[in-house]
């Protein structure tokens, strides 16, 4: 038995399992009830409940601290650089007026009745080799800049763009997370795509903009949103940019790390050339060069003065450290509750689950998923624990699997993702509205990729 399955199967159903499961359970709730009707700042809830649970889960009281620090730190080492740097080349294309030539081009094209379609498919194109926090900040300063020009709820036009972000996140190849799955369970990417797009855009469509068609006017929108307004303001008395040259800037990092998921193919492994283009799509470096390639095509081409570059760039800042702040402290829980032993808890309940594969791989990659928050380590954990179990099952497809576990990974976001505070944030609605909109449209994107998958299964 592998390692990962060994240890879920040790912590089956016995009294401390289920006392964990309860512990993480109340925890949760409690820090829902804290935040939204104890009105307390949510990085103190966060990291006085994520300590709270690790002592009454018996961890070790050395390594409470140490536990959720390093959650912190992990998510953060990543985070902070890429929604810094996209912040920033977000600030520069919406004060050149780059954000609104595209949203001008947008609703030309589409009409306003029809935005919430061109930002699904924008979503869906953008994120195919992106991050979902990388295609987030580096769309929301379009989303603001067409909410504000058509007058249609800012929800009705982001949520749409984020749907797309997520389900290419996890169910289609080549985004790096869902190539994880494909890797594990040895499946041919090429069907795994075509199967991806299969289940994924009629599932987008759904959690998208039908789905937020009906939701958004149920949802009362502050009238003010800071983050809107740091990014809609644009220099005034000078010509938009041209939409071929915005377009080339602000999918410039998007190109990039096509190149790096390219590179084996491109150039031989362990050569000079190679190891280049890996660099060059590193998100972190890749965004880098974009905003540096911002500071001439919606700088310096747009006659902006590098003081007021540096002013752009600066102050954008700001409104990002709750934010930041937030999402760390997301992964800190996380890492409290895969440390306390809650995450094999809740494997241990999927593997004990008498179903089909399918629903096996996605029903342990969902609970993982609540568990930790992050839906990169659910995919690839998920996809160790139920790779050796498909290997003695009849009938088993590793594309199908794949995308079962991707579509497990994206289910139910709450408090520990820190994609949920990211939308809470620049969207500038509360947690009960943020479960309401985000999470139900994260749920439905799971649990229809699995109905579309299983019906797939019996079609090919």
Same mark, same amino acid.
């Given at each position: 038995?592998?390692?990962?399955?060994?240890?879920?199967?040790?912590?089956?159903?016995?009294? @401390?399992?289920?006392?964990?499961?309860?512990?993480?359970?109340?925890?949760?709730?409690?820090?829902?009830?804290?935040?939204?009707?104890?009105?307390?700042?949510?990085?103190?809830?966060?990291?006085?409940?994520?300590?709270?649970?690790?002592?009454?889960?018996?961890?070790?009281?050395?390594?409470?601290?140490?536990?959720?620090?390093?959650?912190?730190?992990?998510?953060?080492?990543?985070?902070?650089?890429?929604?810094?740097?996209?912040?920033?080349?977000?600030?520069?294309?919406?004060?050149?007026?780059?954000?609104?030539?595209?949203?001008?081009?947008?609703?030309?094209?589409?009409?306003?009745?029809?935005? @919430?379609?061109?930002?699904?498919?924008?979503?869906?194109?953008?994120?195919?080799?992106?991050?979902?926090?990388?295609?987030?900040?580096?769309?929301?300063?379009?989303?603001?800049?067409? %909410?504000?020009?058509?007058?249609?709820?800012?929800?009705?036009?982001?949520?749409?763009?984020?749907?797309?972000?997520?389900?290419?996140?996890?169910?289609?190849?080549?985004? =790096?997370?869902?190539?994880?799955?494909?890797?594990?369970?040895?499946?041919?990417?090429?069907?795994?795509?075509?199967?991806?797009?299969?289940?994924?855009?009629?599932?987008?469509?759904?959690?998208?903009?039908?789905?937020?068609?009906?939701?958004?006017?149920?949802? %009362?929108? =502050?009238?003010?949103?800071?983050?809107?307004?740091?990014?809609?303001?644009?220099? =005034?008395?000078?010509?938009?940019?041209?939409?071929?040259?915005?377009?080339?800037?602000?999918?410039?990092?998007?190109?990039?790390?096509?190149?790096?998921?390219?590179?084996?193919?491109?150039?031989?492994?362990?050569?000079?050339?190679?190891?280049?283009?890996?660099?060059?799509?590193?998100?972190?470096?890749?965004?880098?060069?974009?905003?540096?390639?911002?500071?001439?095509?919606?700088?310096?081409?747009?006659?902006?003065?590098?003081?007021?570059?540096?002013?752009?760039?600066?102050?954008?800042?700001?409104?990002?450290?709750?934010?930041?702040?937030?999402?760390?402290?997301?992964?800190?829980?996380?890492?409290?509750?895969?440390?306390?032993?809650?995450?094999? %808890?809740?494997?241990?309940?999927?593997?004990?689950? @008498?179903?089909?594969?399918?629903?096996?791989?996605?029903?342990?990659?969902?609970?993982?998923?609540?568990?930790?928050?992050?839906?990169?380590?659910?995919?690839?954990?998920?996809?160790?624990?139920?790779?050796?179990?498909?290997? @003695?099952?009849?009938?088993?497809? =590793?594309?199908?699997?794949?995308?079962?576990?991707?579509?497990?990974?994206?289910?139910?976001?709450?408090?520990?993702?820190?994609?949920?505070?990211?939308?809470?944030?620049?969207?500038?609605?509360?947690?009960?509205?943020?479960?309401?909109?985000?999470?139900?449209?994260?749920?439905?994107?799971?649990?229809?990729?699995?109905?579309?998958?299983?019906?797939?299964?019996?079609?090919?």
């Amino acid at each position: 038995m592998n390692p990962t399955m060994a240890a879920a199967a040790s912590t089956m159903l016995d009294p @401390h399992s289920v006392y964990l499961l309860v512990a993480a359970l109340s925890a949760i709730i409690v820090l829902i009830l804290l935040i939204a009707v104890g009105r307390i700042n949510p990085f103190i809830v966060m990291i006085s409940v994520s300590l709270a649970l690790g002592l009454v889960t018996g961890m070790p009281i050395a390594g409470i601290v140490k536990s959720f620090e390093t959650g912190l730190g992990g998510t953060l080492g990543h985070i902070a650089i890429v929604v810094s740097l996209g912040t920033m080349l977000g600030k520069m294309m919406a004060e050149s007026g780059g954000a609104d030539r595209i949203a001008r081009t947008m609703i030309d094209a589409f009409g306003t009745k029809n935005v @919430h379609w061109a930002m699904m498919a924008i979503g869906l194109i953008v994120g195919t080799p992106v991050f979902f926090e990388v295609g987030f900040v580096l769309l929301i300063p379009i989303v603001f800049t067409v %909410a504000k020009r058509t007058g249609v709820s800012l929800l009705l036009v982001g949520l749409p763009m984020l749907v797309g972000l997520s389900v290419v996140h996890g169910l289609i190849p080549p985004h =790096p997370a869902a190539l994880m799955a494909v890797a594990t369970y040895n499946a041919d990417i090429g069907k795994t795509i075509f199967y991806g797009l299969l289940v994924g855009i009629p599932t987008a469509i759904v959690a998208g903009p039908i789905f937020c068609k009906w939701v958004a006017p149920k949802i %009362a929108m =502050p009238l003010e949103n800071p983050m809107a307004d740091t990014f809609t303001e644009r220099l =005034p008395d000078h010509e938009l940019p041209g939409f071929g040259i915005t377009l080339f800037t602000i999918l410039l990092p998007v190109f990039l790390m096509l190149l790096g998921s390219w590179a084996n193919l491109l150039a031989r492994e362990n050569t000079t050339p190679n190891s280049v283009l890996h660099f060059l799509g590193n998100p972190d470096i890749s965004l880098l060069l974009a905003v540096l390639v911002s500071f001439i095509t919606f700088g310096k081409m747009r006659g902006v003065s590098r003081d007021n570059i540096l002013k752009f760039t600066n102050e954008c800042l700001g409104p990002m450290a709750n934010i930041t702040l937030l999402v760390g402290a997301g992964g800190g829980l996380g890492r409290i509750l895969m440390d306390s032993g809650v995450s094999n %808890a809740i494997v241990s309940v999927a593997l004990q689950a @008498h179903v089909s594969i399918l629903l096996m791989a996605w029903l342990v990659a969902a609970l993982i998923r609540v568990a930790t928050g992050s839906a990169t380590v659910s995919m690839s954990t998920a996809a160790v624990i139920i790779a050796p179990l498909a290997s @003695h099952t009849v009938g088993a497809q =590793p594309e199908l699997l794949a995308i079962a576990t991707g579509a497990g990974a994206l289910t139910l976001s709450h408090v520990n993702d820190g994609a949920f505070w990211m939308v809470k944030e620049y969207f500038n609605i509360s947690v009960a509205q943020t479960l309401k909109t985000w999470t139900v449209c994260e749920t439905i994107i799971s649990v229809l990729a699995l109905v579309f998958t299983i019906a797939l299964s019996h079609l090919i």
